[in-house]
């Protein structure tokens, strides 16, 4: 499979319903919990496209660009942004929707960087058979 072929079958979509149990006292969804829906989301991006042991060494930058208020729909989208010898990156989307319309919006931004492993914890390559 091609470097392309295999980015574009990596890519992950997860839908979440957000409930009161995951917002904040602004009736919000909690940015930590945010940010552990994206890493998951890289996660599972990341092993997709390696088929490796993969593990999370940095959440490059997050931005924030609006609120997520509970009782929408969101949606985490994964992709490999960059491949580099031991690591890559994943850019994570989180989409907010509207339950009862068709409004649409991209609230949350960031970028994971991953690092390929062996049996031993030691860094390995990402592309390597």
Sequence with gaps: ??????????????????????????????????????????????????????????SDRIDFNQPIPAGTIIELVGSVSHIGNTSLKVLVEIYVEEMYSFNREKAITGTFTFVAIDKNNKARKVLEE
């Design 1 to 58: 499979m091609t470097i392309p072929e295999r980015t574009k079958a990596a890519e992950t979509r997860i839908f979440k319903a957000v409930f009161p149990n995951t917002t904040n006292h602004y009736d919000t969804l909690f940015g930590g919990t945010a940010m552990a829906l994206m890493d998951e989301v890289a996660f599972i991006t990341a092993t997709r496209f390696t088929r490796k042991t993969m593990v999370t060494v940095s």
